[in-house]
């Protein structure tokens, strides 16, 4: 008689990686946007390589560069939700 075959353990599932390159808000250029995290210093930076548009923000030991580039859209939204406030009470005036 012979020996059972053992079975295999399954494969290694491989993380998706988190992209670094994203699309500037200011000029619509695709993969233009580069994120950088510096963990010593805490800070995220994203630039566009293209028209030189910058944003810092502060980040944790859990931060990706996604999480930068959303702060820096809700940032760039934020400021257009307020400069439309403005311009409708110049208006009202």
Known sequence: MGKRKSSKPPPKKVAPKVDT?????????DKAVTAKMDHLTE????????????????????????????????????????????AKEEDDL
């Open 43 to 86: 800070k995220g930076l994203v630039e566009c390589t293209v028209c030189g548009q910058k944003y810092t923000c502060n980040i944790t030991h859990l931060s990706e560069p996604i999480d930068v580039y959303s702060d820096w859209i809700d940032a760039c939204d934020k400021a257009n939700k307020e400069d439309a406030e403005e």
């Open 21 to 29: 390159m994203f699309t500037c808000p200011f000029c619509n250029h």
